[in-house]
């Protein structure tokens, strides 16, 4: 089986929250490889590239439910005038399936509570968008083009 990469956002929420900690205690529990790590700033020019794929898309007709996911994942509805979210890359075999099935589903109340959005997710009531704790890529592409995005090559450990 191939070895793949991944990318984990801790966002906003779980920053805030202090669900960092709890939120990698379960990653880890995939026993994939920690090959990644840092604390970024996102900036709006980093939020629109990180999300650019779902523009326009989907629930993303609305613009404004687009423009609340580009303001919730900045850090702009949690208090952090760092904007900071955690960022990981994740290397195993199936790494991308294998992340996505400890995360969970897209809509927290959807999601199992055996998983990091089922435990700890929820819907903003405000403004509709999910505050689901944690991204991870959905499939080995759009893995490969955010981990360039978030990323430089001599940050990741081969
Ligand atoms: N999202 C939302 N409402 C929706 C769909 C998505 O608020 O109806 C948010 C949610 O935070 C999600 C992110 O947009 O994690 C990216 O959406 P995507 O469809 O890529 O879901 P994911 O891959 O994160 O499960
Ligand atoms: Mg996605």
Same mark, same amino acid.
């Given at each position: 089986m191939a070895i793949e990469r991944t990318l984990v956002l801790i966002k906003p929420d779980g920053m805030q929250r202090h669900l960092a900690g709890l939120s990698i205690d379960r990653l880890e529990n995939t026993h994939l490889e920690l090959v990644g790590a840092k604390i970024a700033t996102v900036t709006d020019k980093l939020a629109r590239e990180h999300y650019a794929l779902l *523009?326009?898309?989907? =629930?993303?007709?609305?613009k404004k439910l687009f423009e609340h996911l580009i303001n919730f994942i900045k850090g702009e509805y949690h208090g952090d005038p760092k904007h900071r979210v955690l960022a990981l890359v994740y290397q195993g075999e199936n790494a991308v399936q294998g992340i996505r099935t400890a995360v969970g589903v897209t809509n927290p109340e959807d999601a199992? =509570?055996?998983?990091i959005r089922g435990a700890f997710g929820r819907i903003c009531?405000?403004?509709?968008?999910? *505050?689901?704790?944690v991204h991870a890529s959905g499939n080995l592409e759009e893995a490969a083009r955010e981990i360039n995005i978030w990323f430089k090559p001599g940050e990741i450990i081969d």
């Open positions: *523009e326009g898309k989907g =629930p993303f007709v609305d199992s =509570p055996d998983t009531r405000k403004h509709g968008y999910f *505050e689901n704790v």
